[in-house]
């Protein structure tokens, strides 16, 4: 089993959305017993919470599932558990590693998401948490995830 861990801050705007995007594109490609999806929050104000209002309502727009998604904290274990440890901006990232630890220094499966799209200009997944776009957000989060699942195939599933 392949493991993808997204990463934002609160773990109920931005790597939720791409949890379950990701995953419906996982499952629209036949790949859901192949590769398992989670996210996690560097911050711990949501433990616990359900998906933000904006993330639920965009969700639903676009149906897509999210049921039983409930807020977590990044953990020291996930840096083993999971394969790609994909981040939602630098701040994400380096809040993450700091959990993992000096074992994580270099290592090219902790990453952000905007870095699979070089040709966006943006280097950061915005937070619609502040900025109140949960669309513009979508947009990047379901590009960024189709590339994810190219690279994926290209690294682990040649043939598949
Ligand atoms: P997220 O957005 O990291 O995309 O889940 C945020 C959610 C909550 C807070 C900040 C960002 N907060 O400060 O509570």
Redesign the pocket.
């Known amino acids: 089993m392949i493991g993808v861990l997204f990463v934002?801050?609160?773990?109920?705007?931005?790597?939720?959305?791409a949890e379950a995007v990701f995953r419906g594109k996982v499952e629209a490609e036949g790949l859901a017993d192949t590769i398992r999806v989670d996210s996690a929050?560097?911050?711990d104000?949501?433990l616990g919470k359900v998906?933000?209002e904006g993330?639920r309502r965009l969700l639903d727009d676009h149906g897509i599932a999210y049921e039983g998604m409930r807020?977590r904290q990044v953990r020291i274990d996930d840096y083993a558990d999971f394969d790609y440890i994909v981040c939602?901006?630098s701040n994400?990232e380096r809040d993450a590693r700091a959990v993992f630890g000096s074992k994580c220094d270099g290592h090219p499966k902790v990453f952000k998401l905007m870095d699979l799209l070089p040709e966006r200009k943006a280097s950061d997944?915005p937070?619609?948490?502040?900025t109140g776009n949960f669309e513009e957000?979508y947009e990047l989060v379901s590009e960024g995830c189709d590339r994810l699942l190219d690279r994926i195939r290209q690294e682990k599933l040649a043939g598949v």
């Open positions: 934002c801050l609160g773990n109920i705007c931005r790597s939720p959305m929050g560097t911050g104000w949501h998906p933000h993330t807020a939602m901006d994400n997944v937070d619609p948490y502040y957000t």
